[in-house]
């Protein structure tokens, strides 16, 4: 690849798509770069050229699976989040309802017993 390489196009992608599972092809193993892609999480497996098409499909595979499996993950992350959130705000407002109204006040007396309240005024 001409003026960059391909665990560097890898890194690039890494901003744009995270979520990306990425599976490098290489002709050539600079062992300590390719150490620190996989490590650093920038690459979800390495094959070597020639590949075996039997292995590629297999790992292209699992690579499917491991991406349905964080997209999974990401969703339920995503939902439980939107929960704790709504959560937190129907508790603001529960938090806001009781300072409005005490629980000795005559009204909340009424609507828990379900009776009638009488307001009388005097002018």
């Known amino acids: 690849m001409p003026g960059m390489t391909g665990i560097e196009l890898v890194e690039r992608t890494v901003p744009l798509r995270p979520h990306m599972v990425r599976i490098l092809l290489t002709g050539y ?3 300590s770069t390719l150490i620190e ?7 979800y497996k390495y094959v070597t050229k020639p590949w ?3 292995d590629l499909a297999v790992t292209i595979a699992r690579a499917l699976e491991h991406f349905e499996t964080v997209k999974s993950r990401h969703t339920v992350e995503m939902m439980n989040q939107r929960l704790r959130d709504r959560l937190s705000e129907i508790s603001f407002l529960a938090a ?4 409005l109204l005490p629980e000795d006040s005559s009204l909340s ?3 828990e017993s379900d009776r009638p309240v009488n307001f009388i005024s005097s002018n």
């Open 29 to 31: 193993a600079d062992l």
């Open 52 to 54: 075996n098409n039997e």
């Open 96 to 99: 806001v309802d009781d300072q």
């Open 109 to 111: 007396k009424a609507q």
């Open 37 to 43: 892609a996989i490590n650093s999480g920038h690459v």
